[in-house]
Structures are given as C-alpha cells and as structure tokens.
C-alpha cells in the first residue's frame, strides 16, 4: 500500500526541520527561529479569524505581555523563567477573558476596531511604565536552561522553538478535528444554527480568543528569551497587522497555513530589505511600499491563501473513505408514551413592528403525531418554529413542552429537552464534510472539552459520536456521501443532511421547515417514508410543507394559517373539504 502524500509530506518537512540547523548557515537558522516564533502567533489567528471568522489586529500585544511579563520579572526580581512562563500564561489568560467578554459581543467592524484600540493601548503602556523600561526596553535576560542545557545560542534555542511550535499546531489540528472543533467551525456562519444544537457560541467565541492569545504569550516568552532583551517597537499594531497577513497568506483555516504565512512573509521583508536598497538605492523605505503592493497582489491572486495552491498539486482521492468505524451507541433519552401532551401553544404572538407575523396562534400536539403546519407564504409557519425552538422571543402568550414552559428559553436550552429541527433556509458548514456537519448535531450527547480534544483523549466519545452521525446518514439515504464536502450536495440533499443532523440530537420532537423542497417525487417518497418509520418509533413531527400530495397522504392532522392566524385545524379528509381553506389556500393551488 502506497503511503498517503500528505504523511510523505509531513515526514519530509520534518526531517527538513529537523536537520535544518546542521546544514544552513547561522543567518538562516535565526530567520527560521523567527518564522517559528511568527508562525505560533499566525496558528492563533489560524484559529481565530481563519477558522472562527474573528478578526484581530492586536495580537501583537499578548505576544508583548508574555515577553513583558517575564522580563521584568526574571531581571528585577530574579524569578526563575519557567516560572515567568506559568505567570506570563495567567496574565494573558486575565487579560485576555476580560477583553474577551468585553468585546466579542461586537459584530462586524466593531471587532476588529476593538483589537486595534486595545492593541494600541497596551503597546503604550509598554513603552510608557517605568518599570518596563519605557522606549528603551530591558536588557539582561537570563538564557534558558533545559536539562542543565543552557540555550544561549540560535542553534540551541531552535529545537526548543519549532517543537513547542510542533506540538501546538499538533493541538489545535487535533481540536478542530473534535465536537468543540466542530463548533468553533460553525461560528463562521452565524450563531443561529449552532445554538439550535446546544452550542454555546459565546463562550467558544472566547474559548478560541483565549487559546490564540496564550500562543502569542507563549511565542512572546520565547522571544524574550531567545533575543534576551525586551522593547516595545515588535508590539506595535503595524506587527499585529502583520501577524493577521501571514494567518491569511498561508491559509487561514488550515493549521499547516500559519508556518506558510509566516515564513513566506519573514523571507520576502528579508528580501525585500536585501535587495530593493541594490536597485532603487539606500534613499527611502521601499521595502514597505513593494511589501504592500505584494500582499495586495496576493490576496487579488489567492484568496484562501497559497496553501491550497499546493493542495491542488496533491492528487484527489487521499482523503478518507468508507464508513467510521462501529463504536458503542449513544445513550438515548426515554421517548413519551403515545398520545401523551407533547406540545401546547397557547395564544402565541409575533410581531416585527407593526407587521403580527404570528396572531393568537394556539394548537397542541400529541406524542406520536405528524403534525402539518401548512398555509400560503408569509403565513407566519417559520416564524412559529422559531418561537418553538427560541430562535426568537415571543411577543406575548406561551408555548409548553410536556409541561414545560419554553418561551423565554435560548435556543441551546431547548433542544435540551429533545427538540430538534431543520432550516427552511439550508444551515450548514459547506467546506465541511458531511458526515461532521451531522456529527455537530450530536454535541450536546458529548462531554469532553478543549484540553481532552487537543490531547486526544476525546477518541472513544468521537468515534461514537461519528458513529452515530454515519449511522444517521445512512437512515436518510445520504450513506454514500459521509466524505463529501457539505456545500457540493444538491440543494434538496442538503436539507436532508439537515434532518440527519436534526436526528443526531436525539429529538423527542422534530421541526422539519419544507424539507421536501428541491426533492425529486422519489426522493420525497423516500422522505414520506423515513418519517412514517421516524413516527413508528416514537418520533413526533411538526411538518411545514408545501406539497399537498406528501402532506395530505403523511400528516395526522392538519393547522392551517393565514396572516398569522389559525384558519382551520382537522385531519387531512376534513381539511380538504372546508371551504374556508379552500378558499383562503387550496383554491389557488387548484
Ligand atoms: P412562512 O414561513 O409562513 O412563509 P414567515 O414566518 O417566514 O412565513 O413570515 C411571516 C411574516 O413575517 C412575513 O410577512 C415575513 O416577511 C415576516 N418576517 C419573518 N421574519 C421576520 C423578521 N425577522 N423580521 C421582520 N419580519 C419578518
Ligand atoms: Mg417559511
């Protein structure tokens, strides 16, 4: 068996690595020494803006406060710099949570504006306090010791740099590759989608912002130590902006992306200042403006960076294929009797100013049920399934769920109590595949966190989770498409990995918002009888739908609406006949 390019790859950039320093002259293993550095503080951003879509040009600064920290410390107080390290970490961690809570509520541009502003002030208050030094700095580090080895030297210092380097990308590769991963990579998209499965979107907005700025500490601790001398000018913002350029240059969501970024940057402002002065002459700054032109010139050719150029040159096919492999099901929560009280709205209302999207709505649903929801668009259905699900608050009036109230709850609570549903909009992660975009409706039916992910305890809870999700997939005939990526599905297909997804919460309920539309008439057969087996097994559905063929032969019973208001409520036969409805609806479709 021919092994896989990517590990060819992988084994060959570390043995490259690893000999690096026996064969290049000193110069270049102090420019990879920085790349290395660089690279720790891009991985962050890999993370954060790349991955998560948070934008911050102040990284910079927590790579200042962990060199700061230790510093001062090791030079004024003589504190032994491992343990600066240990300090340096919480003081950033301090920081970092406040600014995070702080800030990460803010949309849009008010973010990155945000990590300008703090950026700039805590360069500041590095240049300004005393006792840092003020523009000058602090000299006089001690080196490193490591097993009685003194790292005084570039050479000495450059294992220590890329296999901290190493390991945290090895960390974070491994997080993204687990039920938190799949959150964090959720975030791009809206909140929306990930709360309706238990996902905290704040708390992993700051979890990521937390785990970025403790790398830039981590590669400002090293620095310190390496260079052995601290001043304010590589915390500036104009460094923070270029920490941003080598996340997005590489790659920004990809792990390997951040060392690309990084070095391809490092070597050209190299360059640039080896050579421009040749040609244009000693006169004036040009590195900074050919510098500029270059990135712009980059981000025009290469939008997700240069790494996927070499992607491109890996020859398809080396992904993973055929099913996860069996692991021990997932526990599931006990289903109601039949016939029991599932559901009870009572007087529901809606208004989006002026406009009452949902009028005094009230209807019930029994256990075992296939409830349709029908009514002509702009009926107000969606928004009665985002007052279910807590997507929205209610106006007024109150919504139960075996006597339980739900209005009033956040959306991640509610499907707590088995309530699951699908967009009429498709919500999905497209440069995910398949099989992990179902698995994230699995989330809250797992435990482990960030540190068990990124060391790999996570394996057994992620093998039944990706089990489950398979397993899904496969009762939704999407067996044969576990690999792909989410965003190559026809549109129809997409809303079926929806209810995949919806089913891998283990929903005593399901929402399905026009799950039919873009199926073809065997595909919506295949539709009508997974929700019939679905009801067989104690499953109730609540269905907005559009085709009156699959409704009439599926549903239980029928709501009609109009203008937000309840119009007729009956079994399908009894439907069909009232004049009101067939007037108000069906009329216009005959
Ligand atoms: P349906 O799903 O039955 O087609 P919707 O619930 O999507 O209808 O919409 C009902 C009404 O509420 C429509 O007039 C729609 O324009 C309005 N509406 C829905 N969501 C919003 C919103 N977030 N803000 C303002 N108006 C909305
Ligand atoms: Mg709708």
């Not at 009801?535 to 409704?551: A, C, F, N, Y």
Request: hydrophobic share 50%; with cysteine.
């Amino acid at each position: 068996m021919k092994p896989p390019v990517a590990l060819v790859a992988g084994a060959t950039a570390l043995a490259l690595i690893a000999i690096a320093p026996a064969v290049l002259p000193d110069f270049y293993v102090t420019l990879l020494n920085y790349i290395a550095l660089s690279s720790m503080v891009s991985l962050g951003l890999v993370l954060l803006t790349g991955v998560g879509g948070l934008t911050s040009f102040g990284q910079a600064a927590f790579v200042g406060l962990g060199a700061y920290t230790t510093a001062v410390l090791t030079t004024k107080y003589g504190v032994s710099p491992w343990f600066t390290l240990a300090i340096g970490l919480a003081i950033t961690t301090a920081v970092a949570l406040f600014l995070g809570f702080l800030t990460l509520r803010l949309s849009g541009h008010y973010l990155p504006l945000s990590t300008i502003a703090w950026g700039i002030s805590l360069y500041f208050l590095f240049g300004n306090l005393e006792v840092l030094g003020g523009q000058t700095g602090l000299s006089g580090l001690p080196a490193l010791e490591l097993a009685g080895l003194k790292l005084d030297s570039g050479g000495s210092f450059y294992y220590l740099i890329w296999v901290v380097l190493l390991l945290s990308m090895l960390g974070v590769r491994n997080l993204l590759d687990s039920r938190v991963g799949r959150a964090i990579r959720a975030l791009k998209r809206g909140s929306l989608m990930a709360e309706a499965f238990g996902v905290d979107t704040a708390r992993v907005k700051v979890v990521i912002f937390l785990i970025a700025a403790l790398l830039a500490a981590l590669s400002g601790w090293l620095y310190a130590h390496l260079l052995r001398f601290v001043n304010p000018s590589p915390f500036g913002i104009n460094i923070g902006i270029e920490y941003l350029f080598m996340a997005v240059i590489g790659g920004a969501s990809q792990v390997w992306g951040a060392i690309v970024g990084a070095g391809l940057l490092t070597l050209l402002k190299e360059w640039l200042q080896d050579w421009l002065p040749k040609i244009l002459g000693n006169s004036g700054n040009f590195e900074m403006i050919v510098f500029g032109v270059l990135m712009v010139l980059l981000l025009q050719r290469a939008r997700d960076g240069v790494l996927p150029m070499f992607e491109r040159l890996i020859p398809a096919g080396t992904g993973p294929v055929g099913p996860p492999a069996p692991a021990a099901a997932l526990l599931n929560r006990p289903r109601p009797e039949a016939g029991e009280l599932l559901l009870e709205v009572r007087k529901a209302e809606k208004r989006f100013g002026g406009l009452v999207a949902v009028n005094e709505l009230s209807f019930s649903m029994r256990s075992g049920e296939i409830l349709g929801l029908i009514g002509p668009n702009g009926a107000g259905k969606s928004t009665m399934f985002n007052l279910i699900t807590g997507v929205l608050p209610t106006t007024s009036g109150e919504i139960q769920f075996r006597g339980q109230r739900l209005d009033g709850l956040a959306s991640r609570e509610i499907v707590r109590f088995g309530i699951a549903r699908t967009f009429q909009h498709v919500h999905l992660i497209p440069n995910m595949s398949v099989l992990d975009n179902v698995a994230l409706g699995a989330h809250l039916r797992g435990t482990h966190g960030v540190l068990a992910a990124a060391m790999r305890n996570n394996r057994r809870e992620e093998a039944r989770l990706r089990f489950e999700a398979a397993r899904q997939l496969e009762r939704v005939g999407l067996g044969n498409h576990l690999h792909d990526q989410a965003g190559s599905l026809p549109l129809g297909q997409q809303r079926i990995l929806e209810i995949a997804r919806a089913l891998c919460a283990d929903p005593v309920l399901l929402l399905l918002d026009e799950p039919g539309a873009g199926l073809r008439y065997m595909e919506k057969e295949a539709l009508a009888g997974l929700l019939r087996k679905l009801r067989s097994e104690g499953i109730s559905v609540l269905l907005v739908e559009h085709d009156m063929d699959l409704v009439m032969n599926l549903v239980d019973r029928l709501v009609v609406m109009e203008f937000g208001q309840k119009l007729a409520e009956g079994v399908p036969s009894a439907i069909q006949a009232d004049p009101r409805v067939l007037e108000a609806y069906l009329g216009g479709v005959a």
